[in-house]
């Protein structure tokens, strides 16, 4: 039964290769879109090959990949069915398709609620988080200013402000004090301090340290003619609230 066996092949195929899309637009985990873009490179080369608009649109994309991979499916499944009976395979092909198309659909609905969860804040989610902890991020600002020696506080490490400084010298409890604030203001990436008193404190991140973005609030010392190692405060800066004006809505790319 050829037909049979090359219709299972296409559902197991494209259902992989829709499964590998729906990885990738997984949002902005950048672990779950290199394992995307790696299941779908054999796709992106061929349809590469052929034309030069092969980004333009992911359906000719989608369709080579799930053509590669059904033709490699229909080597397996030929393998594993040849001896089976034309009746007995007919039986397999309800089940298999309820289960592919079950699967897809919850890698789907998975991608789009990893994309959710891991999606940057809005800004207005952002100023609404400014105003219900502004108490514990001015605590944080006089902390993080007393301890000048210190550039760098996250939940797990610290990093000195003098990038040729051995380490930071800060008490473990005094970490700790850091920690329970950022755990209460909704900073789970900490602060990060600039050579101009600039102090970011960062409610979002995604990727890694080599590519990466993050979002969050920024207290500048001098918002007047300062340089600062962010992006500008006062172009993004909350209106509205006269307590807001000192820290702006950030977005950094590394």
Known sequence: MLVGRIYMALLIGFGF???????????????????????????????????????????????????????????????GTRDLQEKTLRRFLRPL????????????????????VWSAPSDEALAKLFNQHHSELQTLVSMAQEDSSVGRIANDFIRPQDSEAPSANLPEGRWNDYCAL???????AGLQKDSH??????????????????KGFVFCEK??????????????????NPRTQEAGVANTIG
């Open 97 to 116: 398709t309820l289960t592919v198309v079950g699967i897809v659909t919850l890698g789907w609905g998975t991608a789009r609620a990893l994309e959710w």
């Open 182 to 188: 950022f755990r209460k203001a909704g900073l789970p």
């Open 223 to 240: 918002t007047e003619g300062s340089t600062s190692d962010f992006l500008p405060v006062l172009s993004s800066a909350t209106q509205g």
């Open 17 to 79: 290769a829709g499964l590998a899309f729906a990885c990738l637009m997984s949002g902005p985990n950048l672990a779950f879109g290199m394992i995307g873009i790696t299941l779908l490179m054999p796709g992106i080369g061929l349809v590469g090959a052929v034309s030069s608009n092969c980004c333009k649109s992911p359906l000719p994309m989608l369709m080579a990949n799930g053509l590669i991979y059904s033709a490699g499916t229909l080597i397996l499944v030929w393998l």
């Open 197 to 214: 008193g600039n102090i970011y404190f960062i409610a979002h991140t995604e990727g890694t340290v080599v590519s990466g973005g993050s």
